[in-house]
């Protein structure tokens, strides 16, 4: 937030209202400072581009590496839930008309084959990135 209102307060003060101003005629010739500036206003100028330009080479917002997503980092393990969630509902779907008794082994079978079917397919993908670098 310094940093914003000390180049803001830079920026005012190096563009005063004045040479903002453009008549009807475009200018060709160099612009010139009003005849209200002081002295004292182009030491004020002076020490806010100081401090302006201090700021933003002191507070440098230092940015951490991305860390990759937890998918990516254990994708066996992701490969196992995601597996397994749709094991069990492939598994419950089947046994549909099999009844309460067929239905939760039927989920459970499903989640089992799903979830190791899910983590072979998840260290499939490990071993290609490892092989590409990545």
Same mark, same amino acid.
């Given at each position: 937030m310094?940093?914003? $209102?000390? +180049? &803001?307060?830079?920026?005012?003060?190096? &563009?005063?209202?004045?040479?903002?101003?453009?008549?009807?005629?475009?200018? *060709?010739?160099?612009? +010139? %400072?009003?005849?209200?500036? +002081?002295?004292? +206003?182009?030491? $004020?100028? %002076?020490?806010?581009?100081?401090?302006?330009?201090?700021?933003?080479a002191t *507070?440098?917002?230092?940015?951490?590496?991305?860390?990759?997503?937890?998918?990516?980092?254990?994708?066996?393990? &992701?490969?196992?839930?995601?597996?397994?969630?749709?094991?069990?509902?492939?598994g419950?779907?089947?046994a549909?008309?099999?009844?309460? %008794?067929?239905g939760?082994?039927?989920?459970?079978?499903?989640?089992?084959?799903?979830? &190791?079917?899910?983590?072979?397919?998840?260290?499939?993908?490990?071993?290609?990135?490892? *092989?590409?670098?990545?």
């Open positions: 310094k940093k914003i $209102l000390a +180049t &803001f307060l830079a920026s005012l003060l190096l &563009f005063p209202a004045v040479s903002l101003a453009q008549g009807s005629k475009v200018n *060709d010739g160099p612009m +010139t %400072e009003s005849a209200g500036a +002081t002295a004292s +206003t182009g030491m $004020l100028r %002076e020490s806010a581009v100081r401090q302006a330009r201090l700021a933003v *507070d440098a917002p230092i940015q951490a590496p991305k860390s990759p997503s937890w998918p990516s980092r254990y994708p066996t393990g &992701f490969g196992a839930l995601v597996g397994a969630g749709i094991g069990a509902g492939v419950l779907a089947g549909a008309n099999c009844g309460q %008794e067929c939760g082994k039927s989920a459970i079978r499903g989640a089992i084959v799903g979830g &190791f079917s899910g983590s072979l397919v998840g260290l499939v993908l490990k071993i290609s990135r490892r *092989d590409n670098g990545r």
